[in-house]
């Protein structure tokens, strides 16, 4: 089959592997019709991990079912599923609590498995034809018949919504409440659009590329321009000197200030002062355990200068990690369904999978426009 | 002052009453500048109630602050504030979880007190030119400064619209999860509109006034007439023969089913047919003790029949009672300062308090179109 | 194998059957070492359920696995497992919330199964020497190194034990509030004990068997003993007039007044009650969706007459159902290893499966001291 | 009146100061009975504050009501009351919800107040003969006739029970889990004591001093010496290599090395390590926003290195922060009226308020066996 192969740092190609296939049981076999490049791929393909050569990547997965193993119950050959990034067997004491994004059993000596992902497991990604899903039953997401019709919104549900919704739920966002996101990327947009979606009642963003500022302002979300002051004090003034309820970092440890500097802290720290005392962050964005080919000292050791001592002082708290997708799943699909969500919005760009590397080149240079990719296997 | 008083059954004139005034260092007095005419009002107007004669009627109240007590620290000579229609201390057991509706201290002897109400204190209402509050800094929401321009949503927080929310945090309504209302009443529709608020993907409301069930309609809800087939099989078919994820009662002892007959266990037995296993329900549709006067025999001493097998069978839970009010004003007022709510869709009257008497007749009747009423002592 | 068989109202009797086996690639066999007689059996024993003639019974099972299908993960053959009475699936909707009790797939057009019992799926129980376990990587528990030493106490985690823990979690009992449960028998004694665990100040258990409520002293709780006066009137005097911050409802439709009369709403309308204003109740006692052969006219379609206008007013809450045995199994299991809880303290009998008849007849008669029976097949 | 007051770094005297006095009409005045040193009292006496020549120490605080404001409805005179060590005014935004610790009222400028603390509002402390309780209604906490009896338990309401207590909370201790507590002084004694009284399956305890560490083992818990191995390899053996569930800080800034070495974030660093994914942290020990004369270049301006990519890859999250005493007092105190709960076991010494001074020295010097004070005005 084809598909999207990892051969070194920004070296991705369309290659011919062997086909996906059942190899357990509990397996089922998918055609993929979507799969989309997640922001987190772009840590791969930079080389600042060290995923193997010759990995199909892609954990963004969507499609139809052509094949299932012997023990699956539930999911039948025909129907339209979306796949979690994460793969969580369902059983371990993780699983069995709903924290399916730090399964024990897939990924043996960790907490976490994913398909196509560094670290994550031998599971090979989704930028292909077809997706072996293991623990089929529990992990597809079946879709009801206006699948194909929305195919562009339910993709979304295999990361990046249920992702964005994580850092609103970490946050513990109520209605009526005021938030801060920090960051206006594909994540950071998904979660602004969840705290709208759970009725805040202000919510602001942060960023500088004006096209993430415009699909920000276009959802009712305050945009902020971090390069147009202080984003704390323009926090704070939107706020009546008060800060924000809660806040969400949607970023990660490649921060870079407006003068393009990398500062691993700069978002935690900024919340710390933008969010009011006894307030609440999601942390979301991706920072690493260990990180050799960083600038910053403290973050090739995985650590970072946290402003601990007004953190405590405002008796804040705060949630991190990779979102449990399937804790939100079902819930963001019927959203979609009855018309009330519509995160295909964020999307710039829907490309034949052989475009792939095409449009990784984009994406990984932040060019203007390419703010979210699809790539359909089937796209002539 | 001239006041709206209670002198028997659907007997209600405005009279000259001594004026309101401050009793303790931690009261405010505060003239009247909106309050509304309440559902829950008619059961005393009805005679359903041992309210006494000479009792000044009216909980949901606003207004500004022309005096305060030499106690009170934080309201201020000129604020204008909303208050809730409980009456609480803010320091006694469940005052200081934030259970404000089940005050220990304001109404010795039972749990809750109330402005201008049956067996909640012996404390005035407010329709009436001024109002004496107690406990003014815990009692007060003070309002920013568009009050006065949107005057007729903030006066709902008074009572109203928390009241509905409560439904619908009782219930704990989730993003993405489905909700069925009965009742499409004031209360019922601020429930309908809270769900939406808090994102449920489908908010179902029945009723049979066609009035009423188009306000559901206009928020987004999907209206159920029960007089055109069984409720329970039109919420059944909208959710795909499962039930509902959530249920809220919105209606309480007098309910009628469509040929006129009272039956005050008919919403709850629905509600149980109608929600699917393992889901919640929020009671705030009024239930009272006892109901001497009562055509149910079960009811007369405050009982009714429940479809208990079903309900434990089904794994269900609920919860009961009246709103907290500050467990959410401020975040709601937030919502409405925002423009992200406006819960004054609901307002078919705006009257002076001299027409008061004649507006609760048409209110008790049910009069088409005679939605919700706000009075204004000082309209011309 | 040997096993204990249903014929008819009071009529069970250990036969040959033939032998459990595997029959699907998720399934476990186990052979059972542990097999309680529970309360609920005595719905079915006595004939106050429709259960199929020739069932096996037997839903509290604890064995050693001797062989797995060939889609199991976890589970290996030499495993000690206690097994949870509801059996379920790990995927569809309600279980992959934790809410395993409500399984949607495991017995298709109702929410729940479990092994040998009426109405919940075509699975024999474990009163035998062998049992089949379904979905066996997600409904075996497996216990640590001192499985056989600790075996009395481990058995009660298929269901006595987190029952009891269920009506605690219901009640959302807290570290020093007051605790009243309803029912001295083993799930009234185990939802006291799991009080206690959980830090309550105080914990009042209401019954009337002497055996019982010494049991329940015994453990630190205060016996209530109804017969001697007014339980309300009691309880209210343990808690200075207050009534008690939560309650926990043990005993089910088949209640009794101390003169022998059964009443099916007597102990959810004396909580009502004797619990205080906000507090909130777990009720784990069967309730029926119908009982034709109930004395009462109203429990005959499964309606208990509810003190509802004073429930409302309290603004009382409560929860209900089945417990949800995975949601508290390993916990209460790592209890037990630690030495911290050891349930076994209600376990009065043990003893081989060929006396089970005789044990069914002393524990139906609540013959003095029958409170817990073990059934060991290997027992000589 | 007599009261012991701060002149500088390690210089405290008795001495007389104007009697305390009540100033507004919502002040309790209250003679001293039983007020105790705590470990938080040192960063002042060490110097490592800014808190102002001549104030009055002491924030743990029991006694007798002797005069009440005329604005106060619930305190009595010769009520018996321990006093949070927060003061709070009942009505503002955080106070309403609970978040006692953090009044937005007490001392403009900041979230929180206290008695005779740097930063933390005009107070003086109650080591002395007589205190000013401002919102009397608000704080006082009642108590039960057995007072006196007690006094050495009650008085560890005021701070050090519930501030224990809070770890547990923010870390939410579930019955069953395992519990790494880092510190083993007061406060840490109580997080451990908390916990067992939660239900936790397992709790261990992290220290270096033989006296400390005998009373962690005292109540049950699992002492571990970091002088004797790694204490992260210590608690992944206790845990079968999993990590404790949930772990609580309760050391702060001034952490030392068994070398004696300062490192403010080696206690958070560790907890990161031995606490397993998706797990949740209490952080109760006492972090600064600035330390000027601090050892360590980043803790100077209140940050400290954390392992944060370690800790979002395992999923974890974590809360800050002083106690919110209103949110435990009640249940805490009824846990020792009813005889579960004898937090008095800390108290190594009960001495006259002469003797202030000399006991300051001693705690300081961390000298073996001074492990609580009382001081006690009445103590001849």
Chains 1, 2, 3, 4 share one sequence.
Not at 57 to 79: C, F, M, Q, W, Y
Not at 270 to 281: E, Q, S
Request: hydrophobic share 35%; net charge negative; with cysteine.
């Amino acid at each position: 089959m084809k598909a999207l192969v990892y051969n070194g740092p920004r070296n991705v190609t369309i290659q011919d592997v062997p086909d996906a296939k059942i190899e357990r049981p509990t397996d089922a076999l998918v055609r993929i019709t979507s799969t989309n490049i997640c922001g987190s791929d772009l840590h791969m393909y930079e080389g600042r991990t060290d995923v193997e050569q010759g990995k199909v990547l892609g954990h963004e997965n969507l499609g139809e079912v052509i094949e299932v193993g012997s023990a699956v119950d539930r999911i039948k050959v025909g129907d339209r599923v979306c796949l979690p990034f994460n793969i969580s067997c369902g059983f371990c004491k993780n699983c069995e609590r709903g924290l399916t994004g730090f399964c024990l059993t897939a990924n043996p000596g960790f907490a976490g498995a994913a398909y196509g992902y560094a670290d994550m497991g031998p599971y090979n990604g989704g930028q292909a034809e077809y997706l072996r899903v293991p623990y089929a039953d529990f992990n597809c997401l079946r879709l009801p018949p206006d699948a194909q019709e929305k195919e562009a919104d339910y993709v979304m549900l295999s990361d990046i919504f249920p992702t964005g919704y994580h850092a609103t739920e970490l946050a513990n966002v109520q209605p009526g409440e005021s938030v801060v996101v920090y960051g206006s990327g594909p994540v950071g947009l998904m979660a602004a659009y969840s705290a709208m979606l759970r009725g805040a009642s202000k919510v602001m963003v942060i960023d500088r590329h004006p096209d993430r500022l415009r699909l920000a302002e276009s959802i009712g979300a305050i945009p902020i321009d971090d390069t147009k002051g202080s984003p704390v004090d323009q926090v704070m003034s939107h706020t009546n000197g008060e800060g924000a309820d809660k806040g969400c970092e949607c970023v990660g440890y490649q921060a870079h200030d407006p003068q393009g500097h990398e500062h691993p802290n700069m978002t935690v720290n900024n919340l710390i002062k933008m969010v009011r005392a006894t307030g609440r962050l999601g942390i979301i964005g991706v920072f690493v355990p260990q990180d050799p080919k960083g600038p910053d000292p403290l973050e090739r050791k995985g650590e970072i200068a946290v402003d601990w001592g007004t953190f405590w002082s405002k008796g804040m708290s705060l949630g991190t990690g990779q979102a449990n997708v399937k804790a939100y799943n079902r819930r963001l699909r019927d959203l979609i369904h009855t018309g009330r969500a519509k995160p295909s919005f964020i999307v710039s760009h829907t490309l034949p999978l052989r475009d792939a590397p095409d449009a990784y080149k984009h994406f990984d240079a932040r060019d203007e426009g390419w703010t979210k990719v699809i790539l359909q296997p089937a796209l002539a």
